[in-house]
């Protein structure tokens, strides 16, 4: 009798992992693809602050 609510919700569990992982991948295409198409980033003009040397 508990075999197949078992069953199910194990079904269940796999196949939401496999829908994530299958998300994740494409996420990652795309986000690749839509970097390489806009080319590199701009840099930036301001000039890097750095941090006073400690005096002891």
Known sequence: MVLWPA????GFLMLT???I?????????YEAEKQAASGPAPRSTAPDTVAA???L
């Open 21 to 29: 992982a299958m998300g994740t991948q494409s996420t990652a295409r």
């Open 53 to 55: 040397p400690a005096v």
């Open 17 to 19: 992992a496999l829908v």
């Open 7 to 10: 069953v199910t919700l194990l």
